[in-house]
Every structure is written in structure tokens, then in C-alpha cells.
């Protein structure tokens, strides 16, 4: 996407709390995202790290997680659009029309 010069948030992958840590107050001054590479969407296995105390809150959850994190920059929006592209087996491609998703502090409401 970005290569194609959609604006993306910037964004680093992490493999263990440590790293999250050092991601967090090395590019984001502690204020970011932190989503789970496994389930993290629609709220669900993401992090919102406000401040250096948000992460020390969450550290001890994340240190039992057995996989990659997503660090983001958090980017304050109401509306999100959706186009969803699939492939099948013979390589046939389908894109249905985009969606639009109300947010509310990040989290999906409609």
C-alpha cells in the first residue's frame, strides 16, 4: 500500500515484550497501538498505549503471549473503508465493493 502511496501508518513487528518496550518509547513516545498478530482486530487482542504507565499495565499480559505483535502509530479516525479482494484455488480474483465502519476511540461501533 504504501508503495502504491496510500498514507499507512508506520508500523514495526515485534517479537517479545521487551521489544514492544523499546518500539513504544524509541518511535512513538509511548503512544500507540499494539496489536496481536493472531485475532488482533475490532478491539479484540489490540493495546491502546497512552503512556509509559498504559504499557507497564499490559506488560505482564504481553510477556505470555507466544507470538508477534504489530507496533503502530495511532492514527485518530472516525471512519474506516474496506475492500475486500479474494483468490481461489485457480486463480480467479473477485473484489466486492467497499464498506465503511463508524469508530469510536478505535473501536468499531457500526
Known amino acids: ?5 496510500v498514507p499507512t501508518p508506520r508500523y514495526y513487528l515485534a517479537y517479545s515484550a521487551n521489544e514492544v518496550s ?4 524509541n518511535e ?3 503512544y500507540g497501538v499494539v496489536k496481536e498478530s493472531r485475532l488482533g ?3 479484540k487482542g489490540q493495546h491502546f498505549i497512552k503512556s509509559q504507565s498504559d504499557f507497564e499495565k499490559t506488560r ?3 510477556v505470555k503471549v507466544r507470538y508477534a505483535f504489530v507496533v503502530e502509530e495511532y492514527v485518530d479516525f472516525d471512519h474506516e473503508a474496506l475492500i475486500i479482494l479474494v ?3 485457480k486463480k480467479n480474483f ?9 469508530n469510536e476511540k478505535g473501536i468499531l461501533v457500526v
Not at 94 to 102: I, Q, S
Open 1 to 5: 500500500m504504501r508503495r502504491a502511496g
Open 22 to 25: 523499546k518500539l513504544l518509547k
Open 87 to 89: 483468490r481461489d484455488q
Open 94 to 102: 473477485a473484489c466486492y465493493p467497499p464498506t465503511y465502519n463508524c
Open 41 to 43: 482486530y475490532d478491539w
Open 60 to 62: 505482564d499480559y504481553l
Open 28 to 30: 512513538f513516545n509511548f
